[in-house]
């Protein structure tokens, strides 16, 4: 197992940009969700993905919107970055929607 | 909708002190229940999961049992060390049929961080 490896690590972008983080999960591994953690905060769920469909969807705006590809890597896009987007962006997959999640480190974005 | 509450941090314990973390919890159908753990600069770990009630989850000599009655699943530890410090995160996944199309989601507490007095 290579466990799920999220890049970058950090990143800093303007207000109004657009961001692209990516998740590289496990292989076998179908279902893939983010989560976004404020500071001082528990993570809350952003979407899911089965089997490269969307499958659940938070309290988040349209502007973020996700892609999962058939070589278990996924993708967050944020567009029009507000300042409260600043966060760390979590990933984790598992085999199934039913299955215990395996997370990756994060990625801290910061917005100026 | 679901929702989880945990004691506010920091808890601050000597080495070898016994640790309870407080969780309760708010579910529209049967939830299982999970403790994560996030040391400084990474994601979050799995540390134990309950999946119905009574059960009792348990790793590392961190241990929690899932209360129905009291819609609880407080952490435990018998003897904390410096190697526990960290935030502690309890959650929820409710499969039950309002769960409202995000069945497999995670709701997460707020988090407790675990100092140890030097």
């Known amino acids: 197992e290579t466990g799920v490896t999220q890049s970058p690590t950090h990143l800093i972008k303007t207000r109004g940009q657009q961001v692209t983080l990516r998740c590289s999960s496990q292989?076998?591994?179908?279902?893939v969700s983010w989560y976004q953690q404020a500071l001082g905060q528990g993570p809350q769920f952003i979407f899911q993905y089965y089997r490269e469909e969307e499958n659940g969807r938070g309290n988040f705006p349209p502007r973020f919107s996700g892609l999962q590809f058939p070589n278990y890597s996924s993708e967050l896009n944020v567009n029009a970055l507000e300042l409260d987007d600043s966060a760390l962006y979590l990933c984790?997959?598992?085999?199934?929607?039913?299955?215990?999640?395996?997370f990756g480190s994060g990625t801290r974005l910061t917005v100026v | 909708g679901n929702s989880v509450t945990q004691m506010e941090g920091p808890v601050t314990l000597s080495e070898e002190a016994f640790l309870t973390i407080n969780c309760t919890y708010t579910a529209t159908g049967y939830p299982s229940l999970f403790w994560y753990v996030q040391y400084p600069g990474e994601g979050l770990q799995l540390l134990l999961k309950a999946t119905k009630a009574d059960d009792k989850g348990s790793n590392k000599g961190f241990e929690a049992t899932y209360r129905k009655e009291t819609t609880s699943f407080h952490l435990e530890k018998g003897s904390v060390q410096v190697s526990d410090s960290a935030v502690y995160f309890c959650a929820l996944r409710d499969l039950g049929p309002n769960s409202g199309g995000s069945n497999y989601k995670l709701t997460f507490g707020k988090g407790t961080l675990l100092t140890m007095n030097p």
């Open positions: 292989s076998g591994h179908n279902t």
């Open positions: 984790a997959s598992s085999i199934d929607r039913m299955d215990g999640y395996t």
